[in-house]
T-cell receptor
């Protein structure tokens, strides 16, 4: 299909790890992105990964890319209540067009 | 601090009214975008502009038009609002992939 697919909801306990998964569509996508939207705010770019990489780590965030399966994941270690937000996966295709997933709402319970 | 500012956070309009949503960015970006965000559907691109007075249709342009008279300002126009245009509207600027978003304008059409 032509959709970037994500689960809509994820709930974790504070201190646990969160893993948000995404399946994208275009095997020639050069960059894949994770955006975060906090309540009442616009989206902010969280991190991205270039398609020739398998993994990227940035403090508590780990991005894993499986190009064969067109699967992207975002792992948040030691999840905090401040991580509660909607997380959007996005791909760039046709070199210049961008497609977003529906977003995963992460709820962190104390 | 970079900023994308949307003029109205909340609007309530009646069916058939004309609606203007304005967006201003202070980063001297060439590209500006209008998305709508609906639960379960994620972000869908309405229109974008890559230069002053230039505009391109996105995925869902029907019922909308845009205006880019100055580089920093990109306006979304609903000529005759309808109830199915009740949504959150997000403006963004930047290069494909690395976008900066405004806080959003929540429009309710009665």
């Amino acid at each position: 299909g032509e959709d970037v697919e994500q689960s809509l909801f994820l709930s974790v306990r504070e201190g646990d790890s969160s893993v948000i998964n995404c399946t994208y569509t275009d095997s020639s996508s050069t960059y894949l992105y994770w955006y975060k939207q906090e309540p009442g705010a616009g989206l902010q770019l969280l991190t991205y990964i270039f398609s020739n990489m398998d993994m990227k780590q940035d403090q508590r965030l780990t991005v894993l890319l499986n190009k064969k399966d067109k699967h992207l994941s975002l792992r948040i270690a030691d999840t905090q209540t401040g991580d509660s937000a909607i997380y959007f996966c996005a791909e760039v295709y046709n070199n210049n067009d961008m497609r977003f997933g529906a977003g995963t709402r992460l709820t962190v319970k104390p | 601090d970079v900023k994308v500012t949307q003029s109205s956070r909340y609007l309530v309009k009646r069916t058939g009214e004309k609606v203007f949503l304005e967006c201003v960015q202070d980063m001297d970006h060439e590209n500006m975008f209008w998305y709508r965000q609906d639960p379960g559907l994620g972000l869908r691109l309405i229109y974008f502009s890559y230069d002053v007075k230039m505009k391109e249709k996105g995925d869902i342009p029907e019922g909308y038009s845009v205006s880019r008279e100055k580089k920093e300002r990109f306006s979304l126009i609903l000529e005759s609002a309808s109830t199915n245009q009740t949504s959150m509207y997000l403006c963004a600027s930047g290069d494909t992939g690395e976008l900066f978003f405004g806080e959003g304008s929540r429009l309710t059409v009665l």
